[in-house]
């Protein structure tokens, strides 16, 4: 179905919560585990949800859940700012899609990600509660509307923050992008009751409540770019580099396996040529960078010298031409296509996300080498 208001959405509820039926929403639909896949009613927020306002000369953005994100990009581009999350799917994903998954993106780290971007959410709770959570009075409407939840909420935190040892642990499994369930930083990082729950709200997929406006607080976009394709003999090779570059200030650091590169050869007109002569071992890099253009000079020079004592498949070629840069990023979108139609008949392609510190990238990709290999040994990973 297709509601075009919240009374609408509230009204679904009040129907599912009388008649035992269950609802699941559907925005963009990009996302590839079944989120909004549904054996009951389903909820399309796309048609009658679009829409946006820019405030404070581009430093926020108010947008409705069905807005998709690369029209917010390029509304906030014409003021010099852009969003933290970057999916591959932002031409197709949308703003609600984006906050109830907690997208980051190929160049979005951490601290951009929607969780810390998020400024303020209108959300519709099961029950028919509206808050709109940057009104003045918001904090004692949620606590008088839904005081169990509000009171649970509390006690959750309280039981949390009694246990130093979990709040440890929580911490530090936010200190690397961490999707799965729901945010328990929200516990730490808030103290009232809808503080805590807006936080829960990104990235709980639509199980807890009906997002109907989100505000982000945007980000500067430093306009120049500059990317570069690092190839080399091996992916423990290219992994090893990672570290470095993510130092230097890197915008992305993407890793592709050589087989994925020699496929895209065909397939993307003005890829390198020498991808099609690629050991299967080989792997490479694409790095990105952003800012002035001294600021960009700089960074080229100081890859050139992080990279100095490892063995190039070929030299590196950096380009600041915005139709090769969308080339190569269009290469990397396309990548699960590309070992979708690599796997071998028979197979799955595994298409999670696994996080690891930058510092500890290469171990991780060892190990994993290691996990998926046909036959791993009895001791891989430890």
């Not at 400024?119 to 519709?124: C, E, K, L, N, Y």
């Not at 050139?304 to 190039?312: F, G, I, N, P, Q």
């Not at 139609?341 to 197979?347: C, D």
Request: hydrophobic share 40%.
């Amino acid at each position: 179905m297709q509601p075009q208001d919240a009374g609408d959405v509230a009204a679904v509820f009040d129907y599912c919560r009388r008649t035992g039926r269950h609802a699941t929403f559907r925005s963009g639909g990009t996302s590839l585990n079944g989120q909004s896949q549904s054996d009951d009613i389903l909820i399309d927020v796309r048609r009658h949800w679009a829409g946006m306002t820019v405030e404070n000369d581009g430093a926020r953005l108010r947008a409705r859940p069905g807005t998709i994100l690369s029209h917010a990009s390029a509304v906030l581009a014409r003021y010099g700012r852009r969003l933290g999350p970057d999916p591959a799917s932002a031409d197709v994903a949308t703003i609600g899609g984006v906050v109830a998954n907690n997208a980051g993106g190929m160049r979005c780290s951490l601290p951009r990600s929607a969780y810390h971007c998020v400024a303020g959410i209108t959300f519709v709770l099961p029950s028919g509660t509206t808050i709109n959570t940057e009104s003045p009075d918001a904090e004692s409407s949620f606590r008088k509307a839904e005081p169990e939840l509000a009171d649970g909420l509390l006690a959750l935190r309280a039981e949390i923050l009694a246990d130093e040892e979990l709040v440890e642990r929580i911490g530090h499994k936010y200190t690397i992008r961490n999707t799965t369930g729901y945010a328990l930083n929200a516990f730490l990082d808030a103290e009232t009751p809808l503080e805590i729950f807006r936080r829960l709200l990104v990235g709980s997929e639509g199980t807890l409540a009906f997002m109907a406006e989100v505000v982000f607080d945007t980000l500067p976009d430093p306009g120049l770019t500059t990317v570069t394709w690092i190839a080399t003999e091996s992916i423990d090779a290219s992994a090893r580099l990672v570290p470095a570059l993510v130092d230097l200030g890197a915008e992305a650091v993407e890793l592709m396996m050589a087989p994925a590169l020699t496929e895209a050869a065909k397939a993307y007109p003005g890829a390198p040529s020498y991808w099609h002569t690629l050991d299967p071992k080989a792997a490479a890099l694409l790095v990105e960078f952003r800012g002035e253009a001294d600021a960009l000079d700089d960074a080229e020079q100081r890859v050139r010298e992080v990279v100095a004592d490892t063995t190039l498949l070929y030299p590196i070629e950096f380009t600041r031409d915005e139709e090769l840069i969308e080339c190569n990023w269009r290469v990397r979108e396309g990548l699960l296509g590309i070992v979708g139609h690599l796997r071998p008949e028979g197979s799955a392609v595994v298409n999670e996300d696994v996080c690891f510190p930058p510092a500890r990238i290469a171990d991780g990709a060892h190990d994993l080498q290691l996990l998926l290999s046909p036959d791993p040994p009895a001791d891989a990973c430890g």
